[in-house]
């Protein structure tokens, strides 16, 4: 049986990220490189696979708004207060983005 977190960022229970897993080995490096040990390890604590998925699509958006080189260490600094905010905080705003308005 998976394991399951009180998400921090949905509010539920539910799988947690499997550091085993194809999905959850990508979440831990990708983790480690932006926020270091000690944010992995808050991150597998209280943050679902789910959440986790969510994030990956912002990051991608935070990337593309700053045309930020994702193998640069710089990139890094930029993602960690994002990363925090997103999970532990109020949702930092990306500067100038504006989101897309439903056709009427």
């Not at 977190?5 to 983790?31: H, T, W, Y």
């Not at 045309?67 to 999970?87: H, I, K, V």
Request: proline fraction near 6%; charged fraction near 25%; charge should be negative.
């Amino acid at each position: 049986m998976a394991k399951t977190v009180k998400c921090v960022k949905l509010g539920q229970d539910l799988p947690a990220i499997d550091p085993e897993s194809s999905a959850g080995g990508r979440a831990v490096r990708m983790c480690r490189l932006v926020g270091g040990q000690a944010m992995t390890d808050r991150v597998l604590a209280s943050v679902s696979q789910q959440a986790w998925d969510e994030w990956t699509d912002h990051m991608r958006m935070i990337l593309n708004e700053y045309r930020l080189d994702p193998t640069a260490d710089e990139t890094n600094e930029t993602l960690r207060p994002y990363m925090e905010s997103f999970f532990f905080g109020e949702e930092k705003q990306i500067d100038n983005w504006v989101p897309e308005q439903p056709a009427q």
